[in-house]
């Protein structure tokens, strides 16, 4: 079974930039479609980036230009380069492995712990 674990979270300051980072285990990294995704408080969690096996990518409109997903295969590893940020941005990200397509999330995949990113002054 897959496990994902996610770092790089923490407190920046509106306009910096953080790198967040989901290690895989247990599983065919390779093949899956990877994604982050984000729940701010009071909020439900949405779709922030996708990334497929062929590294073809998918942004959220309010990302697209600031946000890069990337995937390293060799590391079993896929990031999430965020730069401008704004407050709104605030959340916990959640790193996410499953077996759909870069527009399809397959319902049976598997979720990360989470990492806290806040954004303010």
């Known amino acids: 079974q897959v496990q994902l674990v996610e770092s790089g979270g ?12 989901c290690a ?15 729940q701010a408080p009071g909020h439900q969690r949405e ?8 590294s ?15 995937r390293d295969n060799a590391k079993n590893t896929v990031y999430l380069q965020m730069n401008s940020l704004k407050p709104e941005d605030t ?9 759909g397509s870069l527009y399809y999330t397959h319902p049976d995949g598997t979720w990360g712990q989470g990492t806290l990113v806040t954004v303010a002054s």
Not at 47 to 54: D, H, W
Not at 56 to 70: D, H, M, N, P, Q
Request: charged letters at 20%; aromatic letters at 12%; a positive charge.
């Open 91 to 99: 959340a916990v990200y959640y790193c996410r492995s499953d077996r």
């Open 47 to 54: 779709l922030v980036a996708r990334i497929s096996n062929e």
């Open 56 to 70: 073809r990518t998918l942004y959220a409109t309010s990302v697209k230009g600031r946000f890069t997903i990337t």
């Open 24 to 38: 895989a285990s247990g599983s065919i990294f390779s093949s899956d479609t990877m994604g982050w995704y984000r």
């Open 10 to 21: 923490g407190l920046v300051q509106p306009g910096g930039s953080l790198r967040l980072s």
